[in-house]
């Protein structure tokens, strides 16, 4: 089993930044693929970021150069460094993870078998 915990949403002006992170706990947290989503109101959920079990990281192109993922080890974290933010970016974002081989492709929510409970993101104009 694995329990995943996100932080660090707020509010924040167009070109700002903010970096969420997401804790994991349950197990060793080197053997797991993890995984950003974001959902806007009446949007369906879309892939942001995900970094596998080898550290192999990819990139939704809507935030890509502006995105960072990365992760810690050591601490059982997983963060996004968000930054040029816009409105457009505006979400709750979601922390997600799966301890076996990807079931389905890596930008596909249905791969990943553990889910946090968001946190909110706003980006005013």
């Known amino acids: 089993q694995v329990q995943l915990v996100e932080s660090g949403g707020g509010l924040v002006q167009t070109g700002g930044s903010l970096r969420l992170s997401c804790a994991a706990s349950?197990?060793?947290?080197?053997?797991?693929?993890m995984a950003w989503f974001r959902q806007a109101p009446g949007i369906e959920r879309e892939f942001v970021a995900t970094?596998?079990?080898?550290?192999?990281?990819h990139y939704a192109d809507s935030v890509k150069g502006r995105f960072t993922l990365s992760r810690d080890n050591a601490k059982n974290t997983v963060y996004l460094q968000m930054n040029s933010l816009k409105p457009e970016d505006t979400a709750i974002y979601y922390c997600?993870?799966?301890?076996?081989?990807?079931?389905?492709?890596?930008?596909?929510?249905?791969?990943?078998?553990?889910w946090g409970q968001g946190t909110q993101v706003t980006v005013s104009s």
């Open positions: 997600a993870a799966v301890d076996s081989p990807y079931s389905a492709p890596y930008y596909a929510d249905r791969a990943y078998d553990y």
């Open positions: 349950g197990r060793t947290f080197s053997s797991l693929s």
């Open positions: 970094a596998t079990r080898f550290r192999i990281i």
